[in-house]
């Protein structure tokens, strides 16, 4: 079977969950789409692991909550795996407000999504962040970054503040601050009165500059560092 990237190929998908009935009901739904296909099934966060390794999934849809190992440190140990670059991982979580989101997304998650989302936000979301974007439009993940971060600082979310991010223009640092609010590189782009694909080079140079595995990442960052403050819109 082709990997995703070109014509008739299929996003290979691995669902990770404790739930037996979750997982076969996401599997259903996955595999009524024609542009993808479940690869494997994982029931705990170590399993998620061992599969991605070998099933070769171009994403992995992962719970929050599991056995064994968490989705959260699942996630970590994916995003560290130089074999595993180009895997993502969409999480999943029962509510909107958990905070445990905001360690995912550092931990190297491209988004999530609570688990009641609407079947077809849900496929659309697979092919988002298969994509290489994430799902961080101003909404439900923008707010739960934004009230966690208002919390006191650890000296581990210290620690998390890149120090690469004093070597970046102030262009760029325009643009970071626009994309940890949410825009995607159009709005951007209209926003800077660049060219789309202007604002895509931007987003890869800062990424690259950071060392940010994407543009959730991004958005961390863009708070942390105080470019960003809680309750800023576009």
């Known amino acids: 079977m082709d990997r995703v ?3 008739g190929r299929v996003i290979r998908v691995l669902l990770a969950d404790d739930q037996a009935l979750v997982r076969a009901a996401f599997a259903m739904l996955v595999e009524s789409a024609p542009d993808m296909a479940v690869v494997a099934q994982a029931g705990s966060g170590r399993e998620a692991v061992d599969l991605a390794r070998t099933a070769r999934a171009d994403l992995v849809v992962m719970d929050v909550r599991m056995p064994d190992l968490d989705g959260i ?6 995003a560290a795996d130089e074999d595993l670059a180009g895997v993502k991982v969409l999480m999943l979580t029962t ?3 958990d905070e445990h989101v905001v360690e995912a997304l550092r931990a ?8 009641d989302t609407r079947p077809a936000e849900l496929l659309d ?3 988002t962040v298969a994509a290489g ?7 439900p993940t923008a707010r739960l970054i934004a009230r966690v971060l208002r919390q006191p600082r650890t000296p581990e979310s210290e620690a998390a503040v890149p120090a690469g991010l004093g070597g970046l223009s102030d262009r760029e ?3 970071l601050t626009l994309v940890a609010r949410g825009l995607n590189n159009t709005e951007v782009a209209d926003a800077l009165g660049l060219s789309p694909l202007t604002s895509k080079t931007h987003v890869s140079r800062i990424m690259g500059k950071l060392g940010a595995r994407d543009r959730a990442q991004l958005v961390i960052v863009g708070y942390e560092s105080g470019l960003v403050t809680p309750g800023t819109t576009p």
């Open 5 to 7: 990237g070109g014509v």
């Open 73 to 78: 440190e699942a996630t970590r140990l994916i």
């Open 95 to 97: 509510y909107d407000t």
């Open 108 to 115: 190297g998650a491209s988004g999530f999504l609570v688990k």
């Open 125 to 127: 979301a697979i092919r």
């Open 133 to 139: 974007e994430s799902l961080l439009s101003p909404g």
């Open 173 to 175: 640092r325009q643009v």
